[in-house]
């Protein structure tokens, strides 16, 4: 079992940059597949930015030059880095992991892109 547990969320003015975490306890090793996922008011949650076993990250349309995502193996951890901030940004962002078998989502963390 692994338990993903979202951080860094919060306010941010357009322009600005926020950095998200997403730690997790438990099995880190048996994660294949990494990254974020987001869902705004009266929408459906998409994909943001994710990692496929060793290959390069990929980023939704979106948010591609303004987000990097990256994994630390060594801290269990998972980091969003976004700059440019858009008011599109804002929603609740979801750290997802996948093994062989099993989804993990986090409980989400809202991000507020406004003046």
């Known amino acids: 079992q692994v338990e993903l547990v979202e951080s860094g969320g919060g306010e941010v003015q357009p322009g600005g940059s926020l950095r998200l975490s997403c730690t997790a306890s438990?099995?880190?090793?048996?994660?294949?597949?990494i990254g974020w996922y987001r869902q705004a008011p009266g929408n459906e949650r998409e994909m943001v930015a994710l990692?496929?076993?060793?290959?390069?990250?990929i980023y939704g349309d979106s948010v591609k030059g303004r987000f990097t995502l990256t994994r630390d193996n060594a801290e269990n951890t998972v980091y969003l880095q976004m700059i440019s901030a858009k008011p599109e940004d804002t929603g609740v962002y979801y750290c997802?992991?996948?093994?062989?078998?099993?989804?993990?989502w986090g409980l989400g963390i809202q991000v507020t892109v406004s003046l």
């Open positions: 438990g099995n880190w090793i048996s994660i294949i597949n």
């Open positions: 997802y992991g996948r093994s062989r078998t099993i989804t993990y």
């Open positions: 990692i496929r076993g060793s290959s390069s990250p």
